[in-house]
């Protein structure tokens, strides 16, 4: 799958917070990287991010622009609550291999009413 597929079909399983179909769009030894936090680093431990994540708060990430060069894409994405970011995603083998998200999370803890 193109890596704009791949993004696609990762929107649409974060927006149903759905960590299983997220972790398998990954390879094995793929690295998540949120610029506000530590890498990630694995399909499990990825997985299990989104896990926690998913039971935490309830996210929605509103696509504004996908865009493909090569094996990257690129998701530039907002939320009803006003939060907004981007992210990179290198694709190999139909399967993220790493991803880059910058956001800002002192907002995202402030907008959902979570510890500073």
């Not at 009803?80 to 910058?102: D, N, T």
Request: glycine residues 8%.
């Amino acid at each position: 799958m193109e890596p704009k597929t791949i993004v696609q079909a990762w929107i649409a399983a974060f927006n149903k917070g759905d960590a299983d179909a997220l972790g398998a769009l990954y390879h094995d030894d793929a690295v998540n990287h949120q610029v506000a936090n530590e890498p990630v680093t694995g399909r499990e431990a990825i997985h299990a991010m989104f896990v926690r994540e998913f039971a935490t708060v309830e996210m929605v990430c509103i696509p504004e622009q996908i865009f493909q060069d090569g094996d990257w894409a690129i998701l530039e994405w907002k939320d009803p609550l006003g939060l907004r970011g981007c992210g990179f995603f290198h694709v190999v083998s139909g399967k993220i291999k790493f991803q880059r998200g910058y956001w800002d999370k002192l907002s995202f803890l402030k907008i959902h009413d979570l510890p500073v």
